[in-house]
């Protein structure tokens, strides 16, 4: 495979499933080498195999972005097999809704580790790398996956929106470290994406919802999200797409 982003090395987390996935496969197809990371080994694998095999290149690493040594030793094993990381894509997130009366601090700090702290320390773990391809001259990147969540209010989902506000926030942030050293930071908050996130909710206000949604506007694809992220790290290094919303044509 060639093409655009012939010499890139890109880490995609949640690349087992969804937009990371989807975004993963584009990645390779348009030249990258990609490294897979999320906890499930066998569609990393499967991913993986299908890249190898239609001639691109990517590597499996099972780790779980909520805990530091599996990214650390994740940021190794990426420089080590493929080279200098300089581009990193956030799709590992979690969306598990229901009133805040009821109490679930369990679902609540799974999406606080994953979404918030998990994205933290994916950005962190790959910081060397990234300063370092920008200080040779070569393009560097971090597209986080925010969501539209980050600016609307809805019942039910008030701590996943907690999290993806303050990923916004973050990435708006960290940009003002970053760009001035050439690493640019691509904020993305997609509207309505059809992918398995829906799957682990188990409020069925929440479900109901989402799923009527689902079947009755044209939603977006995983794979829209991806060229999307295609095209803003194939911009020339001095063009930096902040900030990006995407939505299906009839959510409002
Ligand atoms: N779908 C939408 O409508 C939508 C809209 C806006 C934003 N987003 C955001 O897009 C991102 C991707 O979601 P998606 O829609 O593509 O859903 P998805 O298919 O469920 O993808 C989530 C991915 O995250 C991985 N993951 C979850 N917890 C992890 C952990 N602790 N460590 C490592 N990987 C982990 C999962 O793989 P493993 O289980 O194998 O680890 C999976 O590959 C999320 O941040 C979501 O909030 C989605």
């Not at 600016?151 to 990435?171: E, G």
């Amino acid at each position: 495979m060639s093409g655009l982003l012939d010499g890139r090395v890109a880490v995609v987390t949640g690349a087992a499933s969804g937009i990371g996935a989807a975004t993963a496969r584009l990645l390779a197809e348009r030249g990258a080498k990609v490294a897979l990371l999320a906890r499930r080994r066998q569609r990393l694998d499967e991913l993986a195999a299908e890249i190898t095999a239609a001639g691109g290149e990517a590597l499996a690493v099972v780790a779980d972005v909520t805990g530091p040594d599996d990214l650390a030793a994740a940021a190794d094993t990426v420089s080590g097999r493929l080279g200098t990381v300089d581009l990193v894509v956030t799709g590992a997130g979690a969306m598990l809704t229901s009133p805040f009366e009821s109490g679930r601090t369990q679902e609540w700090e799974r999406m606080i580790d994953t979404n918030l702290t998990g994205l933290i320390r994916t950005v962190h773990a790959f910081t060397p790398q990234l300063l370092e391809a920008a200080r040779l001259g070569r393009a560097a990147d971090v597209v986080t996956v925010s969501s539209l969540g980050a600016q609307i209010m809805a019942p039910n989902f008030a701590v996943y929106c907690a999290t993806k506000a303050a990923v916004s926030h973050l990435a708006r942030n960290l940009r003002t470290e970053f760009g001035p050293r050439g690493v640019r930071f691509t904020n993305l908050e997609p509207g309505v994406v059809d992918t398995e996130l829906m799957e682990h909710l188990d409020d069925p206000a929440s479900s109901e919802w989402l799923t009527g949604l689902i079947k009755s506007i044209d939603v977006l694809s995983d794979r829209d999200i991806a060229e999307v992220v295609g095209f803003a790290v194939a911009q020339p290094r001095h063009v930096n797409l902040s900030q990006i919303v995407v939505l299906p044509t009839q959510q409002v």
